[in-house]
């Protein structure tokens, strides 16, 4: 009976929702390929149920910009580990609108109000919050190889070799940063790869899609670089000892806080059981004295 209860009420909703944007039939097309599709390459295909979450693609425009961007810097992440292939920024917010749908429409068919509505917040940040950390995982590791990189691609400089040559050397590595050197120079076939005045190369392009300012600070140097034609070996170390630099001083600030962060687990997974697993013999023992008139007048 629940069940029924639910997918009437999904039934509902979505009726609801195609009556607020109505749209042409050949819309659902359109957008059903598009799904399938990623939005650079249009070759990824898309999990199959994500074509049930496209209808809700219209709401993703009233989802704050700043807010579209961070969801597209972490699908950036995740989609260059190999994970989230074919979404982007619209379709994921799709997918937390549906996610806040279904499971509070399932809360709400067992008759609880305040259930249905946590239901429906976890089922809105529940898939943000699997990006989240899996971003943030891939970034890590990124940065933590990106200054070792750049002091290599220094080293090729002063050996004479030109900035392209060096970045396709890097390229032909391994590592996260070698992947994305790599990606970077596929995606400069036939494009300009380094910025001109009034023309942005597909470095720094790409560089900002990550979302991270070492990255973009090293291809505007690149840039600076590729431009000048000379002085690669002095600002490429100055990038790789600024990029080295930040991420230590960022290391030790989390260091530094992990005492002040780690005090409320601490408190709610140690010390109030262990306070409760001391004092409950003792409430016990009180309680029982109580009820039996032992400490009654």
């Known amino acids: 009976m629940e069940v029924t209860i639910a997918l009437l009420a999904a039934a509902i909703v979505g009726y609801l929702v195609y009556n607020w944007t109505p749209v042409a039939g050949a819309y659902w097309v359109a957008r059903a390929k598009q799904a399938r599709m990623r939005a650079e390459e249009r070759k990824l295909q898309l999990p199959a149920w994500a074509f049930f979450v496209e209808p809700?693609?219209?709401?993703?425009?009233?989802?704050?910009?700043?807010?579209?961007?961070?969801?597209?810097?972490?699908?950036?992440?995740?989609?260059?580990?190999?994970?989230?292939?074919?979404?982007?920024?619209?379709?994921?917010?799709?997918?937390?609108?549906?996610?806040?749908?279904?499971?509070?429409?399932?809360?709400?068919?067992?008759?609880?109000?305040?259930?249905?509505?946590?239901?429906?917040?976890?089922?809105?940040?529940?898939?943000?919050?699997?990006?989240?950390?899996?971003?943030?995982?891939?970034?890590?590791?990124?940065?933590?190889?990106?200054?070792?990189?750049?002091?290599?691609?220094?080293?090729?400089?002063?050996?004479?070799?030109?900035?392209?040559?060096?970045?396709?050397?890097?390229?032909?590595?391994?590592?996260?940063?070698?992947?994305?050197?790599?990606?970077?120079?596929?995606?400069?076939?036939?494009?300009?790869?380094?910025?001109?005045?009034?023309?942005?190369?597909?470095?720094?392009?790409?560089?900002?899609?990550?979302?991270?300012?070492?990255?973009?600070?090293?291809?505007?140097?690149?840039?600076?670089?590729?431009?000048?034609?000379?002085g690669a070996r002095e600002l490429l170390q100055d990038v790789a000892r600024s990029i080295s630099d930040g991420y230590t001083m960022e290391l030790k600030e989390k260091a530094g806080r992990l005492g002040s962060e780690l005090v409320l687990p601490e408190l709610i997974f140690y010390f109030i059981p262990y306070l409760l697993a001391i004092m409950a013999p003792i409430a016990a023992a009180f309680i029982g004295g109580v009820i039996g008139g032992g400490l009654m007048p």
């Open 56 to 230: 809700l693609r219209p709401l993703a425009r009233y989802t704050p910009r700043a807010q579209l961007e961070k969801v597209a810097q972490m699908l950036y992440w995740c989609q260059f580990e190999g994970s989230w292939m074919g979404w982007d920024a619209p379709s994921f917010c799709a997918l937390q609108i549906a996610g806040a749908a279904i499971m509070g429409a399932f809360s709400a068919a067992a008759g609880s109000p305040l259930m249905a509505v946590v239901a429906a917040f976890a089922g809105f940040f529940i898939p943000r919050m699997m990006i989240s950390s899996r971003a943030a995982r891939v970034k890590r590791e990124f940065r933590r190889a990106l200054p070792e990189k750049v002091q290599l691609l220094a080293q090729l400089a002063s050996v004479g070799k030109p900035v392209r040559v060096g970045l396709r050397c890097l390229a032909e590595g391994k590592g996260p940063v070698a992947r994305w050197l790599k990606a970077v120079l596929a995606g400069a076939h036939g494009r300009p790869l380094f910025s001109s005045p009034g023309s942005e190369g597909v470095l720094l392009a790409e560089a900002r899609r990550t979302g991270l300012e070492e990255v973009a600070m090293l291809a505007t140097q690149l840039d600076l670089i590729h431009a000048r034609g000379a």
